[in-house]
């Protein structure tokens, strides 16, 4: 039955004048879309390459091994912070180009700016010449000689290694190899159980890994050995079907929606940007990440060796910061938070980021509660001279506990 309203003088209107009201409203919400979507237009139609650069910040090559690079940023404050340098390891499935989005929404310079000192690993572009490289290539080998060379410029002393996705995987698997360079251990979106609780995954939770692990490991073994890479196009693809309405309606519904917002509009095009430029993963690498880790989940298992060591993830020593997305799609909580599994619960510690995967770091909430957490973490737990803005930003982070050990 169609509702009716009343007429002015209290009769009751008739079914035609309500369509007609619907009708125009509809059709002024239409014209409202419209001309959002001409202002963004105009945005779009006057930006250039220029305006959506990203990775500004400046840093200088200080160390290169094969194809890898080790950049150190310059400081952006005379006062350097009293704690150890930190080195951030992205992982390979994306570039370490994340962190340093735009210069308001960067974890590079909001660690910068705190004094400390910023070391990043750049795992260059593989190639199918190196798809014979794996995991004890990437995580001893190169990641370790990251690590030595930076604990060299740091007179010998240990270091801080912030591993973010898979590469916080590679960092926490060293940390427990050699537990003697490190001062601290902060992960960000790491998978470590890489089956989690399914039973207690939320709605849009924990796709990636039920897809993997429904696959064969002869499906795994056809697509590395048909392409010798993981390609970046196909993972691309897979990430972006994880959302399909908000990958199928970005471009157009979600542009509108700007309505002409020159920044918001300029955010989205360097994260696009950045999405767009995603490398192939090195084959033998992408075989045991699928395999042993998503498949057979041999890192908490105990069973996961690198370099002829299996990796004991009780080893490693020093204090852990552990950051996960409470909406992330990709890596869900349970996979990240089996961490506080094997570390002594005086030495973990976790803050819970209210975001998505990516937006741990590139949304604006992100700059108080992940960087302002991460430069508070490293002053209380390394450092015997915290900053005021350290001790300010303690106040900042959501939903960081210990948590002890099961």
């Not at 202002?39 to 200088?60: H, K």
Request: proline share 6%.
């Amino acid at each position: 039955m169609i509702p009716r309203k009343r007429n002015p003088d209290g009769s009751l209107a008739e079914p035609s004048d309500l369509a007609g009201e619907a009708w125009i409203s509809a059709w002024t919400q239409m014209l409202d879309s419209g001309v959002r979507a001409i202002r963004s237009s105009e945005v779009l139609n006057g930006t250039r390459q220029a305006n959506v650069d990203i990775a500004e910040t400046p840093a200088d090559t200080v160390f290169e091994i094969d194809k890898i690079r080790v950049l150190k940023y310059r400081p952006l404050v005379k006062t350097r912070r009293d704690t150890p340098p930190v080195l951030i390891c992205y992982g390979l499935f994306g570039r370490q180009t994340m962190i340093d989005l735009q210069e308001d929404r960067s974890l590079v310079r909001n660690l910068l700016a705190d004094g400390i000192e910023v070391y990043v690993v750049d795992w260059g572009t593989p190639t199918r010449a190196d798809q014979f490289l794996n995991m004890d290539d990437y995580i001893e080998l190169y990641l370790g000689s990251c690590v030595d060379h930076v604990v060299a410029e740091n007179d010998g002393k240990p270091i801080t290694l912030f591993g973010i996705c898979e590469g916080g995987t590679f960092a926490a698997a060293l940390a427990a190899m050699r537990p003697e360079q490190f001062a601290g251990l902060a992960l960000a979106i790491t998978p470590i159980d890489f089956h989690g609780e399914p039973d207690n995954f939320w709605r849009g939770e924990g796709y990636l890994n039920s897809w993997i692990r429904n696959l064969s490991e002869d499906d795994v073994d056809l697509i590395i050995d048909t392409y010798g890479m993981l390609p970046g196009a196909m993972t691309g693809a897979i990430f972006s079907s994880l959302t399909p309405m908000a990958s199928l309606t970005k471009y157009n519904i979600g542009i509108a929606n700007m309505d002409g917002d020159e920044a918001a509009i300029l955010n989205f095009l360097r994260m696009e940007k950045w999405i767009a430029d995603r490398p192939d993963h090195p084959g033998a690498a992408a075989r045991q990440w699928l395999n042993d880790l998503y498949r057979e989940n041999q890192l908490v298992e105990g069973r996961f060796v690198v370099a002829g060591e299996t990796i004991d993830l009780t080893k490693i020593a020093c204090p852990v910061l552990n950051i996960y997305a409470l909406q992330d799609h990709i890596i869900p909580l349970s996979c990240s938070k089996a961490l506080a599994n094997f570390v002594k619960p005086d030495l973990y510690e976790e803050i819970g980021f209210p975001g998505g995967h990516v937006g741990v770091f590139v949304s604006r909430k992100a700059q108080g509660v992940v960087a302002g957490g991460l430069s508070e973490w490293l002053g209380r737990t390394q450092s015997t001279a915290p900053s005021k803005k350290a001790k300010k930003a303690k106040t900042k982070p959501a939903n960081r506990k210990r948590s002890p050990r099961k």
